[in-house]
């Protein structure tokens, strides 16, 4: 098959590989159009991390199923390596498997029960006829050694072992096919501490060693701090602040933002916590209005907020927030 995406790019080459232009994702329920995905705008660049935030239902999750053509996006453009692939023909999605990859939530319920180890992450391989059958376990081997799973477990099934081996297979199919870009939909979150704290360093020994790109979807804040550049924050479908990590948490600019980053524990004992507690009702996603959606539980809100929704804008160099109040609330 020919790849239409041009070859991959060398390792320090810090280009500009995924670019999203206003990206929306709507979903018809009974009651109306639910807004998953509304208006949603960014770019990384090769070998970067950008880490999506927010609460559960906040759309994140929707958000890179869509980029990855494995939901259709209902209005924007997604840009891949210097190509639309918004609208593509099912040989062209296939091809793009070969580029763009996800790492899912459940390294269990993501894993065929009946497939050995060395079958799954050989899956992928003989769906693209990668290799004869011989070539095809020497580079399963690899793969397990690349991801720190033992040879032994090769014919083990997904139920005898535990969650962080799991997931090293679901890491090790997802480079099979040697993609430029992955998808991490919370692939920490089902794991206890200490696992969690392995995985991420896999995944960015992984990245260092590859150039590979990520986008890392959590609700963490605390774990993404470390593997991202830049943290997007979403709120019911809606981008409310996105800029480089440690700015962040340095220096949060949207009351919403304030409010996940003051519900980090943080293990001291000179000093009390300032706490910013979100309080309210969620604002519903279907047919919203046109007005603030963090209104609802905004302590900051005032009449414009009421009258239309704000603009997404840079209020610092690289620092966008979509608040009509940002310079009042932080006396800028």
Not at 58 to 75: F, I, M, W, Y
Not at 285 to 311: H, M, N, V
Request: one cysteine or more.
């Amino acid at each position: 098959m020919s790849d239409a995406f041009g070859s991959r790019r060398g390792r320090f080459d810090l280009g500009e590989i995924l670019k999203v232009e206003n990206l929306k994702k709507f979903f018809r329920t009974p009651h109306g159009m639910l807004h998953a995905v509304d208006d949603v705008s960014f770019t990384i660049n090769e070998g970067e991390t950008l880490g999506v935030v927010g609460e559960s239902g906040c759309g994140k999750s929707t958000l890179g199923r869509v980029v990855l053509k494995l939901l259709e996006a209902t209005g924007g453009r997604i840009i891949f390596d210097g190509r639309d692939i918004t609208d593509l023909s099912e040989r062209e999605s296939l091809e793009l498997c070969r580029h763009m990859q996800i790492i899912f939530q459940d390294p269990y319920s993501s894993l065929n029960p009946r497939m050995c180890v060395s079958d799954l992450i050989a899956d992928p391989l003989k769906v693209f006829k990668m290799y004869k059958s011989d070539e095809r376990q020497k580079k399963v081997f690899e793969l397990m050694d690349m991801v720190g799973l033992a040879r032994r477990f090769a014919y083990s099934y997904p139920h005898e072992l535990d969650g962080g081996r799991r997931q090293r297979i679901g890491v090790a199919r997802a480079l099979s096919l040697q993609p430029k870009f992955i998808v991490c939909d919370e692939p920490v979150s089902a794991l206890d501490v200490s696992i969690q704290a392995q995985i991420l360093n896999l995944l960015q020994d992984l990245q260092e060693q590859q150039g590979l790109t990520y986008i890392f979807v959590t609700h963490d804040l605390s774990v993404v701090k470390h593997i991202s550049n830049d943290i997007l924050v979403m709120y019911i479908g809606v981008m409310v602040e996105k800029c480089p990590a440690k700015e962040l948490f340095d220096l949060p600019l949207h009351p919403y933002t304030k409010g996940l980053l003051s519900a980090i524990p943080v293990p001291t004992i000179n000093r009390e916590k300032k706490r910013v507690e979100l309080m309210g009702e969620l604002s519903s996603p279907i047919e919203p209005k046109d007005e603030c959606r963090f209104l609802a539980r905004c302590r900051y809100a005032t009449d414009i907020c009421r009258q239309k929704a704000p603009e997404y804008e840079e209020v610092l160099p690289n620092h966008f927030v979509s608040c009509h109040n940002t310079r009042q609330i932080n006396g800028m």
